[in-house]
């Protein structure tokens, strides 16, 4: 059979594609009946033809250049290899064909032998099609990302989207957790053996998912048999997956999970797919985004509002302790004078409790950030020692406490006292949190980097703030905080323990020195895993220093003065008007500064001039004092208010540096800022 060219007629003859032999001038020396299936030609029709008028006569040119290229280096071309060309079909349409070449000799002179199939069109139009349905599916994935106003429904559904999109077998969602130390899966789809959403993994190169974080782009698994960059997980081999593909998602730059997504075949995932997924991922981690941000401003705006409703409760408050006080030192002085001790005995308890009722009231002003602060450097290097001190007296042998503060750490900007009852506050949670004792520990580091780095919970984003820090943390091993609790924590009267336990204002105070000092202040908690509180103060160099208080020196009040006296409280008013009494003062009360200032520009001279500072509807405190410190320059005056820090920054300016007297006071104090006042002593 051999050479026999009657077996070479009926192989070419039987053939299913379409068969040509051609020389190497374009000649067509033999076609088989199969031609006539895809080109419309007889194979007599096509004995002796050009190939090229097979062409349309836009490619006649090109493709003489290519055959004449192909005849300098002849290869074999299988069929399938390379895109589909276009071909004129005998009825003068154009068709899609699929071509191979292969180089022979035909008695010692070269030749092509040439296979053609009519193209797989539908592979075309199959990845048009699919391509399509990938945008249709990304619109309604970036719509629903525009809807939910949850983004963790968003993250929830993404997966199966993906998955279903693009037909693969499995897709998740990993993200990073806050210490990027681990990643977390926190939604999957067509994942069948374990539970996989929940579970952690170390951020290293060595997982195929740290790797993707690691090299912040697009890694594609072709087959995991073959992977070497890092260790195939064990999810892979439990599912039997045989490619992947990971896709970071980013935030501000920064890689905060990744967008995983697995097949059981092997190469799944070519372009279309990958730039699918990498749409995906962004529409995923712009909606995280968008979320965060959101939130952050819903958190900052709730605490301001609450903070306003607090500060007015602590404000009237104080009016209201103002009078009871001042009744029962009336009262006391009273009683002692009738020697009466079992009445002194029931005053003595009533005092006890306006003092502790004062004590919260502060608290609410701490959180209000209406405190009265003397912020001053801070060198935790001499605070912390001390303060430990007292931590091991007040905690007890059931908690171990170890401190560290870093060698050359910068004093930080806080009002001392204030700085201690707020580690304090924190303590004494840790304790509450530790009822079988634990390990309290207590770092000091500086700090150099944005507010943002730290993506503090409840740090408002349009604020500015100093860029030194001093970070303390303070870490407990206790129960810990579920979410739920974390996210209400610095909330005044938020509290989980039992009635008479707590109140509820330990950390709202906490929350609102810290941001009084320009600082800022984190809770990281997980149930059993302890909680540990991170408090950032400005150092001493970067802080504006805010204004200090007025020194309560005491001097010597001189007998007789004539005190013009403002408050719009009747009560306190009472109370004030029998104090300066009792100091041996003439006194002119009024109920509003129109009438005050009436009586000053009458010519009335007045050795003081003592007013509240918010007067309700007209014209207020501050204002009073500096027209009438205009009208008599040098005329002593002494503010009052329930308010220990001024409510708008306006107010404080025009008070600029008038002393105050914070309510509720005594006599004793009211007696010390007026000798203050009238020595100038600001
Ligand atoms: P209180 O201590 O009066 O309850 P706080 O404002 O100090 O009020 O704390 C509010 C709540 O935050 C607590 O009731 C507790 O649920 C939680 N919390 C605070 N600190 C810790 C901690 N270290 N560990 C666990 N939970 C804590
Ligand atoms: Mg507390």
Redesign the pocket.
């Known amino acids: 059979m051999d050479g026999d060219p009657a077996v070479f007629e009926q192989v070419l003859d039987a053939c299913a594609d379409a068969m040509m032999v051609v020389d190497y001038a374009g000649l067509i020396l033999r076609a088989n009946p199969a031609v006539l299936t895809v080109l419309g030609y007889s194979p007599e029709a096509l004995r002796g033809r050009q190939v090229d008028t097979l062409l349309p006569e836009r490619l006649r040119q090109r493709h003489a250049a290519l055959r004449q290229r192909y005849a300098d280096h002849p290869v074999s071309r299988a069929l399938g290899s390379h895109d589909p060309l276009v071909a004129l079909h005998a009825d003068g349409n154009e068709v899609a064909i699929d071509l191979s070449l292969s180089p022979l000799k035909i008695r010692g002179v070269a030749h092509v032998l040439v296979a053609i199939r009519a193209a797989d069109v539908g592979q075309r139009s199959n990845r048009a099609m699919r391509q399509a349905h990938y945008y249709a599916q990304l619109a309604s994935l970036a719509r629903l990302a525009v809807d939910l106003t949850d983004p963790q429904e968003l993250l929830q559904r993404a997966p199966a989207i993906a998955a279903h999109a693009i037909g693969c077998d499995a897709a998740l969602v990993y993200l990073l957790e806050p210490n990027q130390q681990k990643l977390q899966a926190v939604s999957a789809h067509g994942l069948t053996v374990g539970r996989i959403v929940g579970e952690s993994l170390p951020c290293t190169p060595e997982t195929g998912i740290g790797y993707v974080v690691a090299r912040r782009d697009v890694v594609v698994i072709s087959n995991w048999a073959d992977e070497r960059r890092f260790v195939t997980p064990p999810i892979a081999l439990r599912e039997g997956f045989k490619s992947g593909l990971g896709v970071p998602l980013f935030d501000k730059g920064k890689v905060v999970g990744v967008l995983s997504a697995g097949s059981k075949r092997p190469g799944y995932f070519a372009h279309d797919e990958i730039l699918f997924l990498q749409a995906v991922a962004s529409i995923l981690a712009t909606s995280m985004q968008r979320a965060q941000v959101e939130a952050q401003l819903r958190q900052a705006h709730k605490m301001e509002s609450v903070g306003q409703l607090t500060g007015g409760i602590a404000h009237d408050f104080n009016n209201l302790l103002t009078v009871i006080n001042g009744n029962l030192q009336m009262a006391q002085e009273h009683l002692q004078e009738c020697c009466d001790q079992h009445g002194l005995e029931f005053l003595q308890s009533a005092t006890d409790a306006s003092r502790r009722a004062a004590e919260l009231t502060g608290k609410l002003l701490a959180f209000s950030r209406r405190q009265h602060l003397m912020p001053k450097a801070v060198n935790l290097h001499q605070m912390l020692p001390s303060l430990v001190e007292l931590l091991r007296r007040t905690l007890g042998e059931k908690i171990d406490i170890a401190f560290a503060v870093d060698a050359g750490l910068s004093p930080c900007l806080a009002d001392e006292v204030q700085l201690e009852s707020a580690l304090l506050?924190?303590a004494?949670?840790?304790r509450?949190?530790?009822p079988q004792g634990g390990k309290l520990q207590i770092t000091c580091s500086s700090f150099d980097g944005a507010l943002a780095d730290l993506a503090l919970a409840n740090t408002d984003p349009t604020e500015c703030a100093p860029v030194s820090w001093v970070k303390i943390c303070?870490t407990?091993t206790?129960?810990?905080?579920d979410s739920e609790?974390?996210e209400?924590?610095?909330?005044?009267f938020?509290?989980?323990?039992e009635v008479g336990?707590?109140?509820?204002?330990?950390?709202?105070?906490?929350y609102g020195f810290v941001k009084q000092s320009q600082g800022s202040v984190e809770?990281e908690?997980a149930p059993g895993k302890?909680?540990t509180?991170t408090i950032l103060l400005p150092t001493v160099e970067r802080a504006a220093t805010p204004a200090t208080a007025p020194s309560t020196r005491s001097e010597r009040l001189p007998k007789g003065l004539h005190v013009l006296l403002v408050e719009d409280d009747a009560l306190v008013r009472a109370v004030s008007e029998r104090f300066l009494e009792s100091l041996g003062c003439t006194v002119s009360a009024h109920a509003c500064a129109e009438s005050a200032w009436t009586e000053l520009t009458d010519g009335t001279p007045f050795d003081l001039v003592m007013t509240d500072v918010e007067l309700g509807t007209g014209m207020n405190g501050t204002e009073l004092a500096n027209r009438a410190r205009e009208l008599h320059p040098g005329l002593p005056v002494l503010l009052n208010s329930g308010y220990s820090n001024f409510l708008s920054e306006e107010r404080r300016a025009e008070a600029a540096n008038l002393p105050l007297l914070i309510k509720p006071f005594g006599k004793k104090e009211l007696a010390a800022a007026m000798a203050a006042a009238m020595h100038g002593d600001e």
């Open positions: 506050n924190i004494i949670n840790a509450d949190a530790m303070v407990d206790g129960y810990g905080m609790v974390l209400r924590a610095f909330e005044p938020f509290t989980t323990k336990r707590g109140t509820g204002l330990g950390l709202s105070s906490v809770l908690s302890g909680t509180v």
